[in-house]
């Protein structure tokens, strides 16, 4: 008789449920991203190069913001990790290694490492710090700025960094009331909207170029944004009944939140009278409508 290991048999069962989930999403929503890029840049291009300029810019543009991008993400991935082993086990809490997966995995490694290298090397050539290559048709200032702007914008691996920038601003994290990634993400979805209308004015004589970023750089991320900002609204009012707090009555409560024990800068009061953070009282009113201390119903004292 077999006997199965559980550890194993919890991780194929987590593997094969994985490879079930639908990645269409995934997928649709990068392509719609690199379609978005790829539009501005074409408006980019039309207004500020010449027609002869175009081709290679749009390409150029593109493939030193994707370097770039590539670069920040792999010298982040180096310097927030923290564990270098690359052996692999054969269940989670055994000191038995799989040999095979583990040479896999330090050949990936690996590769990613001289990837990246060559990917560096291969970047300051073209910038021409070694004896590069020079580019005849040179892009503007401009459109290097516009272009850049927007790819950093729109690209979901920069996008992730910035609500992790603003918890560095303790309080601005008072004020928006732990919605970082919704507040940063509309901001961010707004401003590509605004740049594609404002690059889109001097070319409204042409209609097919019109029509085309209208409908992908215009109306799709305006229904994005609106459903984003109905988001807001929903987590907003879910504590907006409730008064905020004073300086002086913080001050004399004289106690940290009884949901995160950290001290109090804003306070959302309860029926109850028992101060919380915003974002920690909104936090746990979706998992219930009672008080986290006394168990009352806020709602109906």
């Known amino acids: ?155 979901p691996r920069i996008q992730g960094m910035i609500p992790n920038l603003m918890t560095y601003l303790p309080s601005l994290m008072e004020k928006i009331q732990g919605l970082e990634t919704l507040y940063s993400a509309i901001i961010l979805r707004g401003s590509t909207i605004f740049l594609s209308v404002c690059v889109l004015i001097p070319l409204l004589p042409q209609f097919k170029l019109v029509t085309l970023t209208l409908f992908t750089n215009v109306y799709r991320p305006w229904r994005g944004l609106k459903q984003m900002l109905e988001t807001l609204k929903t987590e907003l009012d879910s504590i907006k009944e409730f008064r905020e707090a004073s300086p002086r009555e913080i001050e004399d409560y004289e106690d940290v939140c009884t949901i995160c024990l950290a001290p109090m800068i804003t306070a959302k009061v309860t029926p109850c009278q028992h101060f919380f953070h915003p974002n920690c009282l909104r936090l746990c009113l979706k998992t219930g409508e009672s008080c986290p201390v006394c168990k009352r119903n806020v709602y109906r004292v």
């Not at 890029?37 to 810019?57: D, G, H, I, M, P």
């Open 1 to 155: 008789m077999s006997i199965i290991n559980p550890a194993v048999f919890h991780q194929y069962e987590r593997l094969h449920n994985h490879r079930k989930k639908p990645k269409d999403g995934k997928y649709t929503n990068n392509l719609s991203i690199l379609m978005n890029q790829l539009v501005f840049v074409t408006l980019c291009s039309r207004n500020f190069l010449e027609e002869e300029e175009r081709a290679t810019s749009v390409i150029y543009g593109l493939l030193f913001c994707h370097l770039v991008t590539y670069c920040v993400t792999y010298v982040k991935e180096i310097v927030q990790r923290k564990d270098w082993d690359m052996s692999v086990r054969i269940a989670p809490n055994s000191n038995v290694k799989h040999l095979a997966l583990t040479s896999i995995n330090v050949g990936l490694e690996w590769t990613k490492a001289v990837t990246f290298v060559v990917t560096v090397v291969c970047f300051f050539l073209i910038l021409g710090a070694e004896h590069g290559f020079r580019l005849e048709n040179q892009p503007t200032l401009k459109y290097l700025c516009l272009t850049l702007t927007y790819y950093t914008l729109t690209e």
